[in-house]
């Protein structure tokens, strides 16, 4: 199973970022398919899963800004961010979850640095 | 709650055993998973609950739980564990995925 995040990179301040994971070797429509992002420098922070047919979870501290979306026709899901700030700049790793009473997240994709500036 | 918790940085000598912990409220309910994270790289999963190691990962990374501190045991670190490790789980309440702080792992 392969991911692969492709994003603008840079995205200017209060406008929308959108992020789209291409996944191989493994259907959307199985597993849940979550996006974790970390500011340079610092930890990691789960933003959204998806699971197809059963729902979306957001972090709470986002969720007025976040949609996570499947695109099953091209086995890609993606992320939008809305008004984007200078804290919103961090790496986008895009990965599958398993979400349980045991949680965990594999694999991963190479991750895409996204940059909020104005 | 919402935290988990690692200590910030840790050594330990070439060869030698060590431990690296995770405490929160909620790993008294829910299991960790456990993430190397190399610099530029992306976090590789390692192992999670008590007894899943994913095939490629060296068999000198075990995990453990025990209340509220899962653990990660490195038997016999190696130059190449240098990097970042960080534990993962839910807060309490089920419906947030956490990540722990991490700790940074210096191999001298």
């Known amino acids: 199973v392969q991911l692969q995040e492709s994003g603008p990179g840079l995205v200017k301040t209060s406008e929308t970022l959108s992020l789209t994971c291409s996944v191989s070797?493994?259907?959307?429509?199985?597993?849940?398919w979550t996006w974790v992002r970390q500011s340079p420098g610092k930890g990691l922070e789960w933003i959204a899963s998806?699971?197809?047919?059963?729902?979306?979870y957001y972090n709470p501290s986002l969720s007025s800004r976040v949609t996570i979306s499947l695109d099953t026709s091209k086995n890609q899901y993606s992320l939008e961010v809305r008004s984007v700030n200078a804290a919103d700049t961090a790496f986008y790793f895009c990965a599958r979850a398993y979400i349980a009473v045991l949680n965990y997240f594999d694999p991963w994709g190479h991750g895409t640095l996204v940059i909020v500036s104005s | 709650s919402s935290e988990l918790t690692q200590d910030p940085a840790v050594s330990v000598a070439l060869g030698q055993t060590l431990r690296i912990t995770c405490q929160g409220d909620s790993l008294r309910n829910y299991y960790a998973s456990w993430y190397q994270q190399k610099p530029g790289e992306a976090p590789v999963l390692l192992f999670y609950g008590t007894d899943n190691r994913p095939s490629g990962i060296p068999d000198r990374f075990s995990g453990s739980a025990s209340g509220d501190t899962a653990s990660l045991t490195i038997t016999g670190a190696q130059a190449e564990d240098e990097g970042d490790y960080f534990c993962?789980?839910?807060?309490?309440?089920?419906?947030?995925?956490?990540f722990g702080g991490g700790t940074k792992l210096t191999v001298l």
């Open positions: 070797g493994a259907s959307v429509t199985e597993y849940y």
């Open positions: 993962s789980s839910r807060d309490t309440t089920g419906n947030l995925l956490l």
């Open positions: 998806i699971y197809y047919g059963e729902g979306v």
